[in-house]
């Protein structure tokens, strides 16, 4: 009995004393924590998934996104064509297709008013803009589509323009166009260039010198984005607003902008040698519609909140891992060098102490900001820990030391996320300093303890 009395001892001894055990747990319990990580992980997408709801819903009932095509001119003309009837004898007919011809050039002032619209904790940037659109029709080449002169139908000619959402016309657009004066209508038939479109006939038989001005003003409700579609020769486009933080967006980047505390303008000028269409084509309805030539044709103003909170927060939880193994490891290496015990329930503690904390961070970031939801989650959380350490160690100044180590690397995480292109190579440093510090203080452990 004595000599079993002794083994056990010894084995009770050495489940308490083992550093390698220790460790061992340690990782165990890391890995463990990796099942909240995600579950907060899954928190944030949810909220962020959320965010992009409401903005959806709130730019649905206003007007969502706008994109502005157009105009183009559409003359029908007649041409004649063999077919086989009923009996599959071969006869013949005069059938109506349509010719298009995009603009010589187009000229686009946009003038945007933006204000947000709040729903519960989220914002929305929608605006009100007066958008003017000028320019000219020059001569189609009638032999380069093999058409005469005496085929086409200049009287029922109309020109064409869309916007994404028809809902978001304030008034109902006036067209001039060689001379006349017409209102735009929707097209409901299936031979029109554009989805949501609008169309006003023009009569060009009395057109001499081929060359047709025209011009139109869109009064206009919009959200988030406000975009154009390079269909001129030469497009021409001036935009400005009192948005302070606009982002420039699509094929083209402005040749000039100005950006500052009272809002933007920006100007861009495009010939036609990159455009995805041509100047002048017949029977396909659906060129202008293609998706592929429409990104490929596109450029505009985006208009998003400035601080997107769920991005910055899905980032720093993306180094918890990282925060929690460092962590551990600074408390392992104070209570073997000072030699006072922490229990392993004591880490399990403090580990539930830093998985709340992103909880924390996204909750405040919500109504605060993120900045100082960092500020509010970060103190309290080093606070919380620091005392707790304290009070398990006896020592004010090794638990304020562990308070700082704590500090440095939320800091650390901080600065990582703010500086977005020199992440990695300030990231790579202050991780190989880290290592060479718990290099420098692993010295003094006797690996060899049982």
């Not at 390079?230 to 933080?245: I, M, P, R, S, Y």
């Not at 909140?305 to 720093?316: A, E, G, I, S």
């Not at 939880?317 to 922490?342: A, C, H, M, P």
């Not at 650390?412 to 990231?427: K, P, Y």
Request: hydrophobic share 45%; proline share 3%; glycine share 4%.
């Amino acid at each position: 009995m004595t000599e079993y009395a002794t083994e056990k001892r010894s084995f009770m001894t050495w489940l308490q004393e083992s550093v390698t055990l220790k460790l061992c747990f340690i990782g165990l319990l890391i890995l463990i924590l990796l099942i909240p990580s995600s579950l907060v992980q899954n928190l944030i997408n949810e909220r962020a998934t959320r965010q992009d709801e409401i903005i959806k819903d709130v730019s649905d009932k206003w007007s969502s996104d706008q994109l502005i095509q157009g105009p183009v001119l559409m003359i029908p003309y007649k041409k004649h064509v063999k077919y086989l009837d009923n009996n599959n004898n071969e006869a013949e007919k005069d059938v109506i297709d349509n010719l298009y011809v995009l603009p010589d050039n187009l000229h686009i002032k946009a003038d945007l008013k933006t204000q947000i619209l709040h729903r519960g904790i989220f914002d929305v940037v929608v605006y009100n803009s007066i958008i003017k659109i000028s320019g000219n029709f020059g001569k189609t080449n009638l032999n380069a589509l093999n058409l005469l002169p005496a085929q086409l139908l200049p009287d029922k000619a109309k020109l064409m323009f869309s916007i994404s959402d028809l809902k978001g016309l304030k008034t109902n657009p006036i067209v001039k166009a060689a001379g006349q004066q017409a209102q735009a209508e929707p097209t409901f038939n299936e031979h029109t260039a554009f989805k949501n479109g609008l169309q006003a006939s023009v009569d060009l038989s009395a057109t001499k010198d081929n060359n047709i001005p025209f011009d139109y003003v869109l009064d206009l409700k919009g959200s988030q984005e406000l975009s154009f579609l390079h269909l001129g020769k030469t497009t021409d486009v001036e935009a400005k607003g009192n948005w302070a933080n606009p982002s420039f967006d699509g094929r083209y980047l402005p040749d000039t902008r100005t950006v500052d505390n009272t809002g933007f303008s920006a100007r861009w000028k495009m010939l036609y040698y990159n455009r995805p269409y041509p100047q002048q084509w017949v029977g396909d309805d659906t060129l202008l519609s293609n998706v592929k030539k429409q990104q490929d044709a596109t450029f505009g103003i985006k208009l998003r909140v400035p601080v997107d909170q769920y991005q910055k927060t899905t980032r720093t939880s993306k180094y918890s891992l990282l925060i929690i193994t460092l962590t551990f490891i600074s408390l392992f290496l104070t209570e073997v060098i000072r030699r006072q015990k922490v229990h392993v329930f004591n880490y399990i503690l403090i580990g539930a102490a830093m998985i709340i904390y992103y909880s924390l961070l996204l909750s405040f970031s919500e109504q605060i900001g993120f900045n100082y939801a960092y500020l509010v989650a970060s103190v309290s959380t080093v606070t919380l820990i620091t005392i707790f350490i304290a009070s398990l160690i006896k020592n004010r100044n090794a638990a304020l030391l562990f308070g700082f180590i704590l500090s440095v690397f939320y800091t650390f995480i901080f600065v990582i996320i703010q500086l977005e292109d020199l992440a990695l190579i300030f990231g790579s440093i202050a991780l190989f300093v880290i290592v060479a510090a718990l290099m420098y203080f692993s010295r003094k452990i006797n690996w060899d303890k049982h």
